[in-house]
C-alpha cells in the first residue's frame, strides 16, 4: 500500500497551530516567571554564617525560619530572613541580628500572623481564589503581612521575592521594611519599663502572650474599674450640690458615660505609657477600646441633648398646647430629628473608626469582619422589630406626622406628643397618664392630629330627647350660651340638628367651635351641662297635663301585651 507524499502534510499542517499555541504559553510563562521576582546584586553578603536552617524557597518557610530562630534567640539565623541589600556591607554582620531582634518584637506586638494567607509555593500564586480575584492564578513577588501607623506616616511590613545574581529566587522581608524598622521599633517595641523588668516576667507564657502580659492586663483592669468608680462617685457629689435643677439633670445623665469614658481612658493611658502589649492582645484591646470611646462619647452627647431638650419642653408644655405654638413645635421636633440623625451618624462614623483601627480590609481583619457579616445578619433578624422602630423614627422626623406637643387621638385615647425617641413615642394622657407606644405602632395605626394643619377643633354634644321636645326652645337657650361663652370661635357656624329618630326619641347634636383641643374640652363639658339644664328647665316651665305639653327627656313607653290581643279578639268576634 502506497501512501501518498500530499497526505503526509495533513498531519503537520494540523500540529503547526498546536506548536504554536505551546510556544505563545510557554514565552508567556517565562514571561511571567522572569516578572514574577526582583533582581539585586547582594542581600545577605557580609553576614556570619547561619547557626540553623536556613529556607527561604516560599514565603511559609522563610517565615517559619525567620519565627522559629526568633524563638531560639538565634538572630544571626533570623537575619537571612531580611533583605540587608540598603544596608552597608561591612556592618551586616553587626546589624543584621539586631534589626532581626526588633523586627520580631515589632511583629510579635503589632500584627497577627496568619499562616494561611502565606503561600507554600515560590511562585506565591493564588491556589483557591475566586475568578474574581484579580491575582488569580498570577504569580506574586510581593506580598503585604500588616500596616502600621507611626503617628506621622503608614509603613508597611512586606516580603518580597528577590534574585541575587545567578540564584534561585528567595523570599525576605523587604528592603523598604528593614530600612523601617528602627522607626516601628521606636513605636512598637517594648517600653523602658518592659525593659526593666526580670527576665521571667518577660518569658512566654501560654499562646503568644509574656507572663508579664498575662499579670498586667488584670491589674490595669482594676486600675481603670477604679478609676471609673471614683469618677462615678465624684460626679454624684457634684450633682447633689448642684443648685439648678437642670445642672443636676445632664450631670445624672451623663455619670455612666463619663465612667465609662474614664475607665476606657485610664486602661490606654496606662497601657500606652507602661506596656506594649503583644499583636494578640492588640486585637482585640484595640478595636475594644476605640468602639467604647466612642460610644462613651456619643453617649455623653445625646443625653446633654436629651437632658436640655426633656427639661424645656417639660417647663414649656403649657404653652406647646397651646394655639399659635406651630412654631415652637416645629423646633422641639426638629431638635429630635436631628438628635436622632446625629444617633446615626454616630454609629456610622463610630463603626468606621472601629473597621479603621483593626485594618478590616487586611489579613485578620477582613476575616473578622466577613464572620461578623454572618453574625450581622443573625442579630438583624433578631433585632428586626427594633430595626422598624428606628427607621419609623426617622419617618416621622421627615414626615412631621407628629410634632412634639401635638393633640393626637390615638386609640381613642386623647394625648399630647411628649417625646419621640428611636423606639418609642411618649403620650401624655389629659389626666397625666404616659403611655408608651413603639414607634412602628404609631405610623402603622390610623391617629387624629388635632394640631397638623389648624388647631380649630369643632366639638359636639349629642343628646337624645322626646320626639315632643320643642327643637325651637333649645336653640335659643344653645344661641345664649354660644353668645356668652368667650371660648368659641365662629360663632355664626354654631348650630343646632336634628340628626336622627327612633322609636326612643330623637337625636339633637349641638355644635360649637373651639380654638384649640384643650379649650375645646372645656367648651364641650360646660355645653353639655347646660343644654341638659335648658331641657329640664323648660320641661318644667309647662303646666299643661303631661299628655298636652310638650316633654323634653326621652320617656319609655309600655305595651300591654295580653290586654291588647284580648281586645282584639272581642272586636273580631
Known amino acids: 500500500m502506497r501512501i501518498r507524499p500530499a497526505l503526509l502534510l495533513i498531519p503537520l499542517l494540523l500540529l503547526c497551530p498546536l506548536m504554536l499555541l505551546w510556544t505563545a504559553t510557554s514565552a508567556k510563562a517565562q514571561d511571567s516567571d522572569a516578572g514574577s521576582f526582583y533582581k539585586s546584586s547582594s542581600i545577605h553578603e557580609g553576614l556570619e554564617p ?18 522559629f530562630a526568633a524563638r531560639g534567640k538565634d538572630w544571626n539565623t533570623a537575619a537571612y530572613a531580611l533583605d540587608l541589600s540598603k544596608i552597608e556591607t561591612d556592618i551586616r554582620a553587626k546589624m543584621g541580628p539586631v534589626l532581626a531582634k526588633r523586627l520580631y518584637e515589632v511583629i510579635e506586638r503589632s500584627m497577627w500572623l496568619d499562616w494561611n494567607d502565606l503561600p507554600d509555593r515560590p511562585d506565591a500564586l493564588i491556589v483557591n481564589a475566586s475568578n474574581k480575584n484579580p491575582m488569580a492564578g498570577e504569580p506574586r513577588r510581593d506580598i503585604r503581612l500588616a500596616l502600621l501607623d507611626l503617628g506621622d506616616r503608614p509603613v508597611s511590613i512586606r516580603i518580597t521575592r528577590v534574585k541575587q545574581g545567578e540564584d534561585d529566587p528567595v523570599w525576605v522581608f523587604s528592603s523598604q521594611t528593614v530600612a523601617n524598622i528602627m522607626a516601628m521599633h521606636e513605636v512598637y517595641g517594648p517600653t523602658s519599663f518592659e525593659k526593666a523588668l526580670p527576665v521571667f516576667l518577660q518569658q512566654r507564657a501560654f499562646w503568644t502572650l509574656a507572663v508579664w502580659e498575662v499579670i498586667a492586663l488584670p491589674l490595669i483592669l482594676i486600675a481603670a474599674v477604679v478609676a471609673a468608680a471614683f469618677a462615678y462617685r465624684g460626679l454624684s457629689e457634684a450633682q447633689r450640690r448642684q443648685p439648678k435643677r437642670i445642672g443636676a439633670r445632664i450631670i445624672d445623665m451623663i455619670k455612666m458615660p463619663v465612667a465609662l469614658m474614664v475607665c476606657v481612658g485610664t486602661f490606654a493611658l496606662v497601657k500606652t505609657m507602661l506596656f506594649t502589649f503583644s499583636g494578640v492582645v492588640n486585637m482585640f484591646l484595640g478595636p475594644l477600646q476605640s468602639a467604647l470611646f466612642v460610644i ?26 397651646e394655639s399659635g405654638s406651630a412654631t415652637e413645635r416645629d423646633l422641639y421636633t426638629n431638635i429630635s430629628a436631628a438628635r436622632r440623625v446625629a444617633i446615626v451618624l454616630a454609629f456610622i462614623v463610630g463603626t468606621a473608626l472601629v473597621l479603621l483601627q483593626i485594618n478590616a480590609f487586611q489579613t485578620l481583619g477582613f476575616s473578622l469582619l466577613a464572620s461578623a457579616g454572618v453574625l450581622g445578619l443573625v442579630f438583624a433578624f433578631a433585632a428586626r422589630a427594633i430595626l422598624a422602630n428606628i427607621m419609623a423614627s426617622l419617618q416621622i422626623a421627615l414626615a412631621k406626622t ?62 337624645k330627647l322626646d320626639h315632643r321636645a320643642d327643637v325651637d326652645k333649645l336653640r335659643e337657650a344653645f344661641r345664649q350660651f354660644v353668645d356668652e361663652a368667650e371660648d368659641i370661635v365662629d360663632k355664626d357656624e354654631s348650630k343646632v340638628q336634628v340628626v336622627g329618630q327612633d322609636a326612643t326619641g330623637m337625636e339633637v347634636r349641638f355644635l360649637a367651635a373651639a380654638e384649640d383641643p384643650s379649650t375645646g374640652w372645656s367648651m ?45 279578639k272581642e272586636e273580631a268576634g
Request: aromatic share 10%; net charge negative.
Open 524 to 568: 364641650h363639658c360646660r355645653l353639655r351641662e347646660e343644654m341638659l339644664k335648658a331641657a329640664v328647665r323648660l320641661e318644667g316651665e309647662y303646666s299643661q297635663t303631661p299628655a298636652e305639653r310638650p316633654s323634653y327627656l326621652p320617656r319609655e313607653r309600655e305595651v300591654i301585651v295580653g290586654e291588647f290581643g284580648a281586645r282584639k
Open 296 to 321: 462613651a462619647l456619643a453617649l455623653i452627647a445625646v443625653r446633654i441633648v436629651d437632658a436640655i431638650l426633656d427639661r424645656v419642653v417639660r417647663q414649656n408644655m403649657d404653652e406647646l398646647t
Open 402 to 463: 407628629a410634632r412634639i406637643g401635638d393633640a393626637v387621638l390615638f386609640e381613642d385615647q386623647w394625648c399630647y406628643v411628649e417625646k419621640i425617641n428611636f423606639t418609642y413615642v411618649q403620650l401624655r394622657s389629659w389626666d397625666n397618664r404616659r403611655l408608651i407606644v413603639p414607634v412602628s405602632d404609631f405610623v402603622s395605626k390610623p391617629f387624629e392630629n388635632w394640631s397638623k394643619q389648624d388647631e380649630q377643633l369643632t366639638k359636639m354634644v349629642s343628646l
Open 50 to 67: 547561619a547557626h540553623g536552617y536556613v529556607s527561604l524557597e516560599t514565603p511559609q518557610t522563610m517565615m517559619e525560619t525567620f519565627i
